[in-house]
């Protein structure tokens, strides 16, 4: 049997009246959520691949386990998507949904077609799971996963201190919401659900719920740290603040551990292989040159710099994409540019797609890096550059949010001055209200480069 369902049933029945989610202003107990569990399996259906497209609700991970009880395949179908991609993955599977005229065609169900009599929960050998890369053109690649959800239930194991209190933010779809919910749950934690983000709305939460334990990237942990709330938020009870998705620029980590404490680490994963290198506060805190890193290796993982990418291979591969072959034991390129020191700690200097090429010499500029420097600057409170076509060839440009009075002229000098070089200096600069973020957390640079004016 496999041994991820045994340990979530196990949690399940374990749990009793405690609260396992708070969501939408009501609670669901573990027992409740045992039960419903129960009705969800005995539901209509034998699908042999179910697509999950849920609101972060209870139900969301129910629905999910109900499935892969049954030994159905699931696919998390992702809230960031383009609605041709969301079509695209789930080609062929019934889909379990909230939102049906998001869905016009194929077996498309609603929570209240789930319901049925209780069934015995025997779990299957194994779990199988598709979670949909990030790309937005053509026909999304499905990464097959199986083995990772096992190492979950290894790794995530209730605290001698007694049951935490887990915030959710991430959907429940992406990988790391997923592994949140359920990692919440092994650990026989209460998890208080968000159903989007809202940096006044986690403020408030922290201090209601006394959380312990929470996951942010890193344009939401500005807006938590830039909220005017955060003053006189109590936030002493976290214990742990994960940073992931994306490099975080070291002032900002310089303030979080200020904030936070020394509770603030970061991580470096992909949906591929969700657990590659981290960070922990410990290190980041006695020493400052390091955080800018995104740590070590973690164990059963191996890394490599090939061409300046990394490539990685492990224990938290996944299995394959869907149609291709194993991974086993192969090395798998992540897009990621990046580099180790001496002592093994790796640093990402940008996605391999957003370097930009500029100059008649034809010089490489990470973006992510003339990012962090234009950040440093006092008046800017978040930025984003990527590089764009024009009539002189394709150009870096800046988009800015700033915090104070500064102008264009203003910036370029500031990365003249840091770098020393015009090739790192954006050609343009916009300033708006807010940077758009897409549904995991992440800056939309795409939604940018339409909205911005030409340089």
Same mark, same amino acid.
């Given at each position: ?150 190492g979950m239930a290894y790794l995530f194991t209730p ?76 936030l002493g009870s976290v214990r742990s603040l994960s ?66 990418? =990394?490539? /990685?291979? &492990?224990?938290?591969?996944? #299995? *394959?994409? %869907?149609?291709?072959?194993? @991974?086993? $034991? ?14 093994g700690y790796l640093y990402l200097l940008d996605r ?30 978040? =930025?984003? /550059?990527? &590089?764009?076509?024009?009539? #002189? *060839?394709? %150009?870096?440009?800046?988009? @800015?949010? $700033? ?53």
């Open positions: 049997m496999s041994f991820f369902l045994t340990k979530v049933l196990a949690a399940l029945d374990d749990g009793g009246d405690r609260v396992l989610f708070h969501a939408d202003g009501g609670i669901t107990t573990y027992h409740q959520a045992r039960d419903r569990l129960r009705r969800l399996h005995g539901g209509p259906g034998e699908a042999e691949t179910v697509a999950i497209d849920l609101r972060n609700r209870p139900e969301t991970v129910l629905v999910q386990l109900a499935a892969l009880l049954r030994g159905a395949t699931v696919l998390m179908v992702p809230a960031s998507a383009p609605h041709r991609d969301r079509l695209a993955a789930a080609s062929g599977a019934t889909v379990v949904t909230d939102r049906p005229d998001d869905w016009p065609a194929g077996d498309v169900r609603t929570l209240d077609d789930l319901d049925g009599e209780p069934r015995p929960l025997n779990p299957p050998e194994t779990v199988r799971l598709l979670f949909p890369t990030g790309g937005t053109t053509g026909i999304p690649k499905l990464i097959r996963h199986s083995g990772i959800y096992d605290s001698p201190d007694g049951p935490g209190r887990t915030l959710l933010v991430a959907p429940m779809t992406h990988m790391t919401g997923n592994a949140t919910v359920l990692g919440a749950l092994l650990r026989h934690d209460t998890v208080v659900v968000h159903d989007g983000f809202d940096a006044g709305a986690v403020l408030k939460a922290i201090q209601e719920h006394r959380i312990d334990t929470l996951s942010l990237t890193p344009p939401r942990l500005a807006a938590v740290l830039d909220h005017p709330a955060r003053k006189t938020t109590d940073l992931g998705a994306a490099p975080l620029p070291p002032h900002r980590l310089a303030q979080a551990l200020d904030v936070f404490g020394p509770v603030v680490g970061q991580g470096y994963g992909l949906t591929e292989a969700p657990m590659i290198a981290s960070i922990s506060a410990a290190e980041l805190v006695a020493r400052p040159e390091l955080r800018s890193s995104v740590g070590r290796i973690v164990p059963g993982m191996e890394a490599r710099i090939t061409d300046g990418e =990394v490539e /990685v291979r &492990g224990l938290s591969m996944m #299995d *394959g994409y %869907l149609g291709g072959p194993e @991974v086993g $034991a192969g090395w798998l390129r992540t897009g990621d540019l990046g580099r180790f020191d001496d002592e391999a797609d957003d370097v930009v090429v500029v100059g008649e010499h034809g010089t490489k500029v990470p973006t992510t890096v003339v990012e962090h420097a234009l950040a440093t600057h006092p008046a800017v409170r978040s =930025v984003a /550059v990527f &590089g764009r076509e024009t009539e #002189d *060839g394709r %150009l870096l440009h800046a988009v @800015v949010v $700033a915090s104070g009075e500064v102008t264009e002229d203003d910036l370029k000098a500031h990365a003249r001055d840091v770098f020393g070089q015009e090739h790192y200096v954006p050609a343009g600069v916009d300033f708006v209200d807010a940077l758009p973020i897409t549904a995991v957390g992440k800056v939309d640079k795409r939604a940018l480069a339409q909205l911005v004016t030409a340089p």
